[in-house]
């Protein structure tokens, strides 16, 4: 008795000491406690293994765990839930940690040696990470020994208690005297126990990116990967786990999202016990990363965040923790600038003359940031379609003779409608890509990602440059920093419009994107006032991390507005709503040949925290132009709270013909509804539309019945719109506190 006393004691005089409980320790066994949930495990005190006991709700105390007969061939091992997983030595589930040696043995067996806790969090050293300081996040660091190896692992948990959510990540460090190749590494590994679960996964294409897909978690894998070398359009590093009964607003989920790029691999491997491992980190394809005596090797980093209130909570959960933990862009918490963007109304015929003249049509809009699209460059090769010049950026002379300078000054000299501020101007760029068809490639055949003799395959008629390569890092980081200097750019967006095709050793993509981390980091910091937006083809590199150094991100190519609430709802499983780019463009859809009205087009992209056009405005009907204004006002006046409110989704077009999405703003004082009406039905009746994130006993005025309901109203009994006898009608509703 006396012995427990005095481990319980101790645990509360380091709490007392540091001020913190996020995490405690009583001997070998680890709490670590959110707001809202509770990880927990220990040190097995045979093997030394690390053994997890809890991930979920509330829990204070370590519990037997379950009773597992170890007769026939699974014992030891494979009856414990492990939190670190290694190869060999009777565990026949898929590790988290796979090293072969340079004897050829692939066994390993890390050991516990030792932990420390620290307030906030150390950074990664050339990774994108969260953030945060004392106060926000602690973490504790886990050292692990292969003594027969001799390779050892710093294990890194870092809990956000506000966002119930838990970054880890590790390190292997190569002791011995021999080369090892690390073969697997997933970032985040924990064998949950035997719960019914159903995995929510997003899946899609270009331009179909972010659908999602539900289904349950079966004995075996199930398991889904990029091999693109980027995160790709097919697959995003992110799934849910969800109990068959969650819905989206009440039940358990668990959301696992990887800060990284590259290709990666997801797996759920429910064993013959029931157990259930979660593995999450690089593409084993896109791996065998060989580390020399003395060096580390840094896994990126994975997030797991709990949610007791279904996927809407576990999705505010990513957003909050992304917007004031990951994202570090000056801009993540601002209100961004209306665009147009040159592209859909001009393609690649552009020159000064017609730029400056869509630029004058911009102002009238009240637009506020002008961005020059594709086809500015190119001097030997000019940029008149896709198959010339990508890699030679230089103003090509003929569309632009006296550079970018002046002309950067006559867009800037245009103002905002109505104000003195001057029309800013962005530009683009697509830096890790190069046509055969330019100098840069006939200077620097070497320079592209290429396996021997083999055919160097186009996509697009582009080749990806090795960003590995120094030459390459250096090159990119010049040449975009000559274009920043050379004129007033306030916004860059940054494309990438294939995926990798020849790499010649595994391990070039890991290589790969860390040089691309490399390349980005020194430019964000450098040009810390510019507004950087990613983009690839799409949707294809919207990832966490890139959202670490970059504020937004193109959420598709597609900009049918219907195919985008289904885009931009999925994107927002994970993935903040302020951190996408979404505009208006002409009807009838390029696409699918929708004419949708512009009202419906204006509400699903200001649903976004970067809102603009992408259209020639000579081409708008004289009805839609008309529009325009009132659109602008009401996109303006919606920013502030798409980017710092929380979001919630009332209705997704998979389920129901009358989708819609709330937001609510920080201080609870205004909430602002988007509701749709896909297609006119006779029968059934629309559902009224019940709103949530409201204080039931507050009051609110809403401007669709200009009445004051109460929050409990809104919540429990829902507004009902009167639809118009039409297709793709949407509304949009403001309610103001009292
Ligand atoms: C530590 O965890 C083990 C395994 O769950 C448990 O048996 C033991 O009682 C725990 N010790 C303390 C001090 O909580
Ligand atoms: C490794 O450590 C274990 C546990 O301390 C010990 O039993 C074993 O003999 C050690 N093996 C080597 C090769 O040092
Ligand atoms: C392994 O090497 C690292 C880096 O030099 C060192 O910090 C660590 O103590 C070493 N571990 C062991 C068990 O020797
Ligand atoms: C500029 O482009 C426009 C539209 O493509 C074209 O009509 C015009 O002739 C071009 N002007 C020059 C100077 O090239
Ligand atoms: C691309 O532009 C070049 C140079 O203007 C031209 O020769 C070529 O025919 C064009 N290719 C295509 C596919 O349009
Ligand atoms: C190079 O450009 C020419 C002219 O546009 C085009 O016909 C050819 O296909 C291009 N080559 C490649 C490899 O893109
Ligand atoms: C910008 O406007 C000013 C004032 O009208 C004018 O003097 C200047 O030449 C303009 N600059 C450019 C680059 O058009
Ligand atoms: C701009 O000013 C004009 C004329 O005063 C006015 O009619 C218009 O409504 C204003 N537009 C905006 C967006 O403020
Ligand atoms: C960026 O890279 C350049 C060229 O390598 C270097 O001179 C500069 O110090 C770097 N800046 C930052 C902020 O990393
Ligand atoms: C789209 O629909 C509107 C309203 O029915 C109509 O006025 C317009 O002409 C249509 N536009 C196109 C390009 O079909
Ligand atoms: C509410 O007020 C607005 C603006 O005055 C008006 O357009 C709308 O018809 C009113 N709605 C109802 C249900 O009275």
Redesign the pocket.
Known sequence: MLGIRQVVLSALLTCAATGQKAITSTGKNFTLTGDGMSYLFHVDPINGDLVSDHFGGPADDFTRPANILGWGWNSELSVLRREFPDVGRSDFRLPAIHIEHADGDTVSAFRYQSHEIVQGKPSLPGLPATFGEAGDVTTLILQLYDNVSDVSAALSYSIFPKYNAVARSFSITNNGTNEITIERAASFSTDLPNLELDMIEPHGDWSHEFNTVRRKIDYGETTFRSSAGYASHLHNPFFALVSPTTTESTGEAWGFNLVWTGSFEATAERFSNGYVRVLLGLNPLHTSLRVQPGETFQSPEAVAVYSSEGVGGMSRAFHDLYRNHLSRSKFTKETRPVLLNSWEGLGMEINETALVKLAGEAEELGIQLFVNDDGWFGVEYPRNNDSLGLGDWTPNPAKFPNGLRSYVQQVNNFTVLNSTTPLQFGIWVEPEMVNPNSTLYHEHPDWVLHAGKHQRTLTRNQLVLNVALPEVQEFIISTISRILDSAHIQYVKWDNNRGMHEISHPSDDYKYILGLYRVINNLTTRYPDVLWEGCASGGGRFDAGLLHYWPQHWTSDNTDASDRLTIQMGTSLVYPPSAMGCHISA??NGFNRR?ITIEYRGHVAMMCGSFGLELNPEEL?PEERALIPAIMAEAKRVNPIVISGEFYRLAHPDNSNWPGVQFVSEDGAQSVVFAFQQLYTVKPAPPPLRLRGLDPKGRYYNNLDNATYTGATYMSGGLNVAWHRADYQSKLIWLERE
Do not use: A, I, K
């Open positions: 009807v009838p004419n009907e």
